[in-house]
């Protein structure tokens, strides 16, 4: 159980379109949802908190502007990457807390490789 | 600010040989994870330690929490070429009011055969 899926695995895009990327809990019921930026040879940086209902919270730096998130239900959060960019091009990796799960257990997705060119 | 820092960020032993990867911090955390991801894929989670003094054994892995709970380490015994990866060391900080989990940097393990 606790299976987290992303969409698409891998995706390339011109400079100027927005992409958008699925993250879904596959097997229970996510109340809250993260995404991170991997960059290559580098750990996972925090972008943003998605609760279901409620706006995301963003972390310092990260423009809510551009990467637009909708956690519409308690099982698909949405990161749409607005007018991307090469330097937009990253590894995007999603996780999801269980409703009423502790606060340290965290699911992660398989990652989504976004290539802008 | 990086809360936790990890050492060393890269690391390149023989098949057989042990090793010890440390997660440090200044910060108490009320709880630590390590975690190993492959090129291309999503972190997988290896244990979570919650107790000062903690230790954790998974097959030849070894996790101790450091009994202030500000640190833990992971010492590998007899690493094998399938022990290559990036291992994270990740925390919920006891000052956090929400919920974020904060990642190390990182040590990048390469095991030869």
């Known amino acids: 159980g606790a299976v987290v899926s992303q969409h698409p695995s891998w995706v390339i895009c011109k400079s100027g379109t927005s992409v958008k990327i699925e993250c879904r809990s596959l097997?229970?019921?996510?109340?809250?949802m993260f995404w991170y930026r991997q960059f290559p040879k580098q750990s996972l940086m925090l972008m943003a908190t998605?609760?279901?209902?409620?706006?995301?919270?963003?972390e310092q730096g990260v423009e809510k502007d551009k990467f637009l998130i909708n956690h519409a239900s308690l099982t698909l959060s949405t990161l749409t990457v607005t007018s991307a960019h090469p330097e937009d091009s990253s590894f995007y990796i999603c996780s999801a807390r269980r409703l009423a799960g502790p606060l340290n257990e965290q699911f992660f997705g398989p990652g989504t490789r976004l290539t802008v060119l | 600010t990086q809360l936790l820092e990890q050492s060393p960020q890269f690391l390149s032993i023989q098949e057989g040989e042990n090793l010890t990867v440390y997660c440090n911090s200044s910060?108490?955390?009320?709880?630590l994870q390590w975690y190993r991801q492959e090129p291309g894929e999503g972190p997988v989670l290896l244990v979570t330690?919650?107790?000062?003094?903690e230790v954790k054994k998974l097959k030849r892995l070894t996790f101790q929490f450091g009994d202030a709970r500000k640190d833990s380490s992971l010492h590998i015994t007899a690493a094998q070429p399938g022990d290559t990866g990036l291992y994270l060391c990740a925390g919920v900080g006891v000052w956090n009011r929400d919920d974020k989990i904060i990642f190390g940097k990182g040590t990048r393990l390469h095991i030869l055969p």
């Open positions: 998605s609760n279901e209902g409620s706006k995301a919270t963003y």
């Open positions: 910060s108490v955390f009320s709880s």
């Open positions: 097997d229970f019921q996510a109340t809250t």
């Open positions: 330690v919650v107790t000062g003094g």
